[in-house]
Nanobody, 123 residues
Framework: QVQLVESGGGLVQPGGSLRLSCAAS????????MGWYRQAPGKERELVAT??????????DSVKGRFTISRDNAKSTVYTVYLEMNSLKPEDTAVYYC??????????????WGQGTQVTVSS
């Protein structure tokens, strides 16, 4: 099994910043990509940002220019990712979920989700 542990959520005022972290561990052979998705009450889960093993990134339209995804450069594989969130808006309020896709030690494909961390942007 692959476990994802998220941290860094909380309450922040509009215009503020937060940094989320997600660490993957367990029966991992390789990780192809990790990323963040979010789900607000009454809405579907949506893409926030992803980063591949090769370093390619992709962002949701609503966060482009404000959020930055990065990885732990000390490792050659994507096992830890960060989401730097700046210029936060009330509409960024949601539960943020970490996702990882890759192959486990049995060489079977996996896609795992974290339990989610709440981000609330409010004055």
């Amino acid at each position: 099994q692959v476990q994802l542990v998220e941290s860094g959520g909380g309450l922040v005022q509009p215009g503020g910043s937060l940094r989320l972290s997600c660490a993957a561990s367990g029966s991992i052979f390789s990780i192809n990509a990790m990323g963040w998705y979010r789900q607000a009450p009454g809405k579907e889960r949506e893409l926030v940002a992803t980063i591949t093993r090769g370093g390619s990134t992709r962002y949701g339209d609503s966060v482009k220019g404000r959020f930055t995804i990065s990885r732990d450069n000390a490792k050659s594989t994507v096992y830890t990712v960060y989401l730097e969130m700046n210029s936060l808006k009330p509409e960024d309020t949601a539960v943020y979920y970490c996702n990882a896709e890759g192959y486990d030690r049995a060489r079977l494909n996996f896609a795992s989700w974290g339990q989610g961390t709440q981000v609330t942007v409010s004055s």
